[in-house]
């Protein structure tokens, strides 16, 4: 990335006029991939980020309220329709003491309890 100005493809002018034109427009994309590296690179990751999405699906979908099908007894071999409330709660409990590294080796709990003694 440190050489990206010597490869890059763009032509700064034209990404200059198409900032403006993107502005201009009445309904905008949210985002666009401006060159054709870019629009490479955005597809090639969105292809990937969708292959993962769909390998996940039926774990991803195995909270919905409604019984959309058994992904999460596909996954895991349990429902969480058969843990009770006291079961789920200790689940929680573990989860929440247990030191993480993005929190500087604090658990969630003492990062909620500091956060509200401010």
Do not use: H
């Not at 905008?28 to 060159?35: E, H, Q």
């Not at 007894?73 to 329709?81: D, K, V, Y």
């Amino acid at each position: 990335m440190a050489d990206f100005e010597e490869t890059a493809n763009g032509d700064p002018g034209k990404v200059a006029q198409l900032v403006i034109r993107v502005a201009e427009l009445d309904n905008p994309p949210l985002r666009i991939l401006a060159g054709s590296d870019a629009y490479t690179y955005g597809r090639e990751a969105w292809t990937k980020r969708l292959e993962t999405d769909t390998a996940w699906e039926s774990l991803s979908c195995s909270i919905d309220a409604y019984d959309s099908g058994n992904g999460w007894e596909r996954q895991r071999g349990a429902s969480l329709r058969d843990l009770t409330e006291a079961q789920l709660d200790a689940v929680a409990a573990e989860l929440n003491d247990r030191p993480r590294k993005r929190l500087e080796f604090q658990t969630p709990n003492e990062v909620l309890e500091n956060t509200l003694l401010r």
